[in-house]
């Protein structure tokens, strides 16, 4: 077992999805996993192994925001072996040309988190996806019609900005969409040199001020899930 994560070794998949949510996770194994075992109820963090079409595929929740994230991403990697990890989550449009349920693959992570900035002494390190889970996924969504739209992502540190309008200048450099993990994702997959791809559905837009309800967001999650499933 690891700090935060009472499993056995052997009982995580080399290949891991990773919802915030932990009833996400749930949802997951229960939905697209054949004989899913729950390995892990620490702090409610539900973790589970199973298989999909055959291969051994855990699925597990990371809660919200990066030191929480980063935390079951170490765990993971370090203590556990996992060598594929690939985020399932929501995200906040803002771009006007990116509306609710699109799905999003992150090229990159911009982020406003010290993280790196310590790490690197103030110079910025640029968290970026693989690119061989990225290229898998494109091939698997032009196959199953699914539209894809892919860029820059935002991973913020705050969900409630004093400023409304604080978004803007990084729409304006074209950065595709918010969200809470991504960029520790990346940053902890370069170090141990194991791949990582995030995969957004916009549950939300600071553009139009519009979002999806609980029923909306399960069926375009399924999506995501799917890609994820069907690239490691
Ligand atoms: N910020 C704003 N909206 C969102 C986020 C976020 O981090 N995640 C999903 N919708």
Known sequence: ???????????????????GDPLRAQWIAETFLDNAQCYNKVRGMLGFTGTYKGRRISVQGSGMGVPSALIYYHELI??????????????GSYQRDIGLRD????????????????????????PTANFDLFKKAM????????PIKAGNVLTNDVFYEDDPKDFEKWADY????VEMETAALYTI?????????????ISD?????????????????KQMVDIALNIS
């Open 139 to 146: 091939a698997y969504a032009d196959k199953k019609s699914i």
């Open 78 to 91: 370090a203590d556990y072996g996992a060598k594929t990890l690939i985020r399932v989550g929501t995200a």
């Open 103 to 126: 799905v999003v693959l992150a090229m990159s992570a911009s982020t406003n988190s010290a993280l790196n900035d310590r790490k690197f002494n103030r110079a910025h390190f640029a």
């Open 205 to 221: 837009s600071l553009v139009t001020k519009e979002f999806t309800t609980s029923k909306e967001r399960e069926s375009s999650f």
């Open 174 to 177: 074209g950065v595709l969409c």
């Open 1 to 19: 077992m690891s700090t935060h994560i009472d499993a056995p070794k052997g009982a995580i998949a080399e290949t891991v999805l990773l919802p």
């Open 189 to 201: 997959a370069a170090k141990h040199r194991v791949r990582a791809l995030s995969i957004l559905t």
